[in-house]
């Protein structure tokens, strides 16, 4: 049984370990999905040749939209969320309707959760 939800339920998700392509992807069919920080022109950028990359979202997963289905990624994408214990199943159901989903590892707190997955195409 799915609750209303009353108040926003934001998730923080970092994208790291993956080229500035394959972010955009993650992060263009979440924005289609859900209420984001981050607009249509926030392209990630690759700001160093050697240093890897972290590039970060915030997601309102209250209210979830239609999304298509992502092109394929060039290559696997680690995703780290951090939300309240709802906002963190939500936001994984997502991810597991448009990628193949590897869990990394996860970690509860009293109000919060940490999920860390390998996003893969399907």
Do not use: N
Not at 30 to 54: G, K
Not at 88 to 98: G, K, Q
Request: overall charge negative.
């Amino acid at each position: 049984m799915d609750r209303v939800r009353m108040h926003e339920e934001p998730v923080s998700l970092e994208i790291s370990g993956c080229s500035k392509e394959d972010a955009r992807i993650v992060f263009d069919v979440l924005c289609q999905c859900f209420e984001s920080d981050r607009s249509a022109e926030d392209v990630p950028q690759q700001l160093h040749e050697t240093r890897p990359m972290v590039w970060l979202g915030t997601f309102e997963v209250t209210d979830a939209h239609e999304c298509a289905a992502p092109p394929r990624l060039s290559s696997s994408v680690e995703a780290d969320a951090q939300g309240g214990y709802w906002a963190i199943e939500r936001l994984r159901s997502t991810l597991d309707s448009l990628f193949a989903v590897r869990d990394l590892s996860s970690a509860s707190g009293d109000q919060e959760r940490e999920l860390h997955v390998l996003l893969e195409s399907r």
